[in-house]
């Protein structure tokens, strides 16, 4: 991997980690794979993390069933819920795939990069 490319997937994953919205599973992927770059272990731990990326990275469909469900609602709370279902359909509206909190988007970003990292 080139040094540039490794420096914005590096700050990609920092962006990843601090996000409250990311989920424990790719916040673990992300510091094993912060421990293993520059190491014998990378390109591995590179597919590895790239995959749970791309299981993780919440499609617009989901957010918007799940936020307008008695689980979502539960969750967020009737007002936070509400707001995030009408964030999510004007992003739907237009032409978003995914959510853009920012541990999604900062996933979407890396798995943008997956041609060049693997």
């Not at 962006?15 to 190491?39: H, R």
């Amino acid at each position: 991997m080139n040094k540039e490319l490794e420096k914005y997937i590096v700050e990609k994953t920092h962006e990843l980690i601090a996000a409250p919205s990311c989920c424990p599973e790719a916040k673990a992927a992300a510091q094993i794979w912060l421990k293993a770059v520059g190491t014998d272990a990378e390109a591995g731990e590179t597919q590895k993390y790239v995959e749970e990326l791309e299981d993780c990275i919440l499609p617009i469909d989901n957010l918007i069933a799940f936020v307008s469900s008695e689980a979502g609602i539960a969750h967020f709370g009737a007002d936070v819920a509400g707001e995030l279902l009408e964030h999510a359909q004007e992003i739907k509206a237009e032409g978003e795939e995914y959510c853009d909190c920012p541990a999604c988007a900062a996933a979407l970003a890396i798995v943008q990069k997956k041609a060049e990292l693997l």
